[in-house]
C-alpha cells in the first residue's frame, strides 16, 4: 500500500528565511507526486506536481521541489519565505493505474515570524 | 465555472439528523473522492469511485453511504449523525489516465451540536 509521510508535524520561519518542508512516500512504481497548501478555512490548492523527466520541478508562490527517487522523497523549497505563505503544506502520492489511489501525508503546519 | 463543486458550504444540524452533502465535477474525470479532514487537518480518505464503481471504502461508519448517480456526481449521505462527524468534508476528482491532479472542492464545515 502507498503512503506519505510528513516528519515535521509544524515548523517556525522567520519571514525573508528559506524553507524546506519535507516528504517522504512509499510506492512500487513511479509515483506521481504532488504538493497542496491549505491556508485556514480555505480549500486546496495545487502547488506543484511531478508526474516524470526533470526531477526538480517549479509551482506556484516561489516554491519548488525535488524528487529523489533514491531517497523517495519530494521535498518542497522555498528560497525566501513570505508572511502569505503561513498555512497547512500537503504531500500526496496517487498511483498510476486506472484506479487512482491519493494518498495524504499528515500535513505540516507553517508559522511564519515578522 | 467551478470544476468541482460541493453544496452545502456549511452544515449545522443535530444529533441524531440524517443529511446529504452533495458533489458535482464538470471535468469529465472518471475517478470521485470523499475525504474527512479533522480539527488535526488530516486527509482521510473515506471513499473512491471510479466509474459509479466503488473502489476505496475505508473503514468508516456504516452510517455513512456515498451515492453515485453518474460519473459527474459523487453525493455523500449520513444518518444519525453524532457529534464526532463534525470535521470538513471534501470531494475530490481526478482523471483515469494521464498525468493529471486531482481537483477538489471547497469543502463542507459540518458542525453537529
Known amino acids: 500500500a502507498q503512503s506519505v509521510t510528513q516528519p515535521d508535524i509544524h515548523i517556525t520561519v522567520s519571514e525573508g528565511a528559506s524553507l524546506e518542508l519535507r516528504c517522504n512516500y512509499s510506492y512500487g512504481a513511479t509515483p506521481y507526486l504532488f504538493w497542496y497548501v491549505q491556508s485556514p478555512g480555505q480549500g486546496l490548492q495545487l502547488l506543484l506536481k511531478y508526474f516524470s523527466g526533470d526531477t526538480l520541478v517549479q509551482g506556484i508562490k516561489g516554491f519548488e521541489a525535488e524528487f529523489k527517487r533514491s531517497q523517495s522523497s519530494f521535498n518542497l523549497r522555498k528560497p525566501s519565505v513570505h508572511w502569505s505563505d503561513a498555512a497547512e503544506y500537503f504531500c500526496?502520492?496517487?498511483?498510476?493505474?486506472?484506479?487512482?489511489?491519493?494518498?495524504f501525508g499528515s500535513g505540516t503546519q507553517l508559522t511564519v515570524l515578522p | 465555472d467551478t470544476a468541482v463543486s460541493q453544496t452545502p458550504k456549511y452544515l449545522v444540524t443535530q444529533m441524531g439528523n440524517d443529511k446529504s452533502i452533495k458533489c458535482e465535477q464538470n471535468?469529465?474525470?472518471?475517478?470521485m473522492y470523499w475525504y474527512k479532514q479533522d480539527s488535526k487537518k488530516f486527509l482521510k480518505i473515506m471513499f473512491s469511485?471510479?466509474?459509479?464503481?466503488?473502489?476505496i471504502n475505508e473503514t468508516v461508519p456504516n452510517r455513512f453511504s456515498p451515492k453515485s448517480p453518474d460519473k459527474a456526481h459523487l453525493n455523500l449521505h449520513i444518518n444519525s449523525l453524532e457529534l464526532g462527524d463534525s470535521a470538513v468534508y471534501f470531494c475530490?476528482?481526478?482523471?483515469?489516465?494521464?498525468?493529471?491532479?486531482?481537483?477538489f472542492g471547497q469543502g463542507t464545515r459540518l458542525t453537529v451540536v
Open positions: 471535468l469529465g474525470h472518471d475517478t
Open positions: 500526496a502520492v496517487v498511483s498510476s493505474g486506472s484506479a487512482r489511489q491519493l494518498t
Open positions: 469511485y471510479n466509474n459509479k464503481e466503488l473502489i
Open positions: 475530490a476528482s481526478i482523471a483515469g489516465t494521464g498525468n493529471t491532479e486531482a481537483f
